[in-house]
């Protein structure tokens, strides 16, 4: 099982990036995946998720409204869609995966995703 995100990059505030997480190795579609971020000193921030078998997909308060997540089950590939870019955003972004259907309250919890990605950085300029 393998995740590879990528897609991070320095843009200026109010800008636009699109992070891509791309499976390997297992069956992604029956996967719940989601989003994560962490910044120096900080605590990995939880930002957006999709159950296998469908149902809501939450966003953390900090980025609702700005980022998307979708997903492409034929390209075993998950998408970030992040609009709307501020400085605060600048972390490395990973990708994360578990192979259960995880209910929605546990959804941005890390500790219940069993395989993740490598990170991406994105830097947000002022």
């Known amino acids: 099982v393998q995740l590879q995100a990528s897609g991070g990059g320095l843009v200026q505030a109010g800008g636009s990036l699109r992070l891509s997480c791309a499976a390997s190795?297992?069956?992604?579609?029956?996967?719940?995946v989601a989003w994560f971020r962490q910044a120096p000193g900080k605590e990995r921030e939880g930002l957006s998720c999709?159950?296998?078998?469908?149902?809501?997909?939450p966003y953390a308060d900090s980025v609702k409204g700005r980022f998307t997540i979708s997903r492409d089950n034929a390209k075993n590939t998950m998408y970030l869609q992040m609009n709307s870019l501020k400085p605060e955003d600048t972390a490395v972004y990973y990708c994360?995966?578990?192979?259960?259907?995880?209910?929605?309250?546990?959804?941005?919890?890390?500790?219940?995703?069993?395989?993740w990605g490598q990170g991406t950085l994105v830097t947000v300029s002022s």
């Open positions: 999709i159950r296998s078998g469908g149902g809501g997909s």
């Open positions: 994360a995966a578990r192979s259960t259907r995880i209910v929605y309250s546990m959804c941005l919890d890390p500790t219940v995703y069993v395989y």
């Open positions: 190795g297992f069956a992604w579609g029956s996967y719940s």
